[in-house]
């Protein structure tokens, strides 16, 4: 079987396993969903969607956020983790937004790009979830992991695992195939201890049963 079936049949199975795969982070606005995705940096969704709420009703468009008190944005965003850098990023995103785009979520890859603490995984998830553009695969930490795992890919940056994916898989499946590997990720193939001996893709991961910190059951 070759690299391209297996990863065929192993997507397959996945959309059996996880049909409603979808973004976990909560919010409203093509916006709001920007500013989630920028916390969302080295942390969890859970934790994200524990600050955004307070976060979206004091600052809830790109113009209240651009004119905000940083100090006030950093206490409420300080559970995230990294909150000054954080709160430099989603703020100076909202004044790009403001002076460059007219108060609007830009909806290109290449306008997204010039917004700081967007790299290719944010701009994938606004631009898939925002406009339903599929435009690359978001290679987040579960993505990363699986890829290796699964021996999609073999590179370290993130840029180039993403092309692998992105060769591998049709361009219609981009966007929900980072969601069901997700799952999967957080579900079965764990990053310390994989269930190996409960997951319906054992017969056709390389990594089946050779992860340091293997279970047979959850």
């Known amino acids: 079987m070759t690299t391209k079936a297996r990863a065929a049949e192993i997507d397959a199975r996945l959309k059996q396993l996880y049909p409603v795969a979808a973004i976990a ?4 606005t093509d916006f709001q969903l920007l500013v989630a995705v920028i916390l969302s940096a080295q942390t969890t969704d859970v934790g994200v969607n524990k600050v955004t709420p307070v976060l979206f009703e004091r600052f809830p468009t790109p113009e209240a956020l651009a004119a905000a008190d940083p100090a006030e944005v950093e206490l409420i965003v300080h559970p995230t983790g990294f909150f000054r850098n954080k709160t430099k990023n989603i703020m100076g995103a909202a004044q790009r937004i403001v002076t460059e785009y007219g108060g609007r979520v830009p909806d290109t890859m290449e306008d997204l790009l010039t917004l700081p603490g967007v790299a290719r995984k944010t701009a994938n998830i606004v631009l898939y979830n925002a406009f339903g553009k599929a435009e690359g695969v978001a290679v ?4 990363f992991r699986l890829a290796h795992r699964l021996g999609y890919s073999k590179h370290e940056d993130t ?5 692998d ?21 957080r579900a079965v ?4 201890r994989p269930i190996c001996g409960q997951c319906a893709l054992s017969d056709l991961c390389p990594s089946a049963f050779a992860v340091k910190g293997w279970r047979e059951q959850a």
């Open 25 to 28: 982070l909560r919010y409203e």
């Open 140 to 143: 987040d930490t579960h993505v």
């Open 159 to 163: 840029n180039k695992v993403e092309k």
């Open 165 to 185: 994916l992105m060769a591998l898989f049709p361009r219609e499946e981009w966007g929900a195939l980072t969601y069901r590997l997700i799952e999967h990720g």
């Open 189 to 192: 193939c764990s990053a310390k």
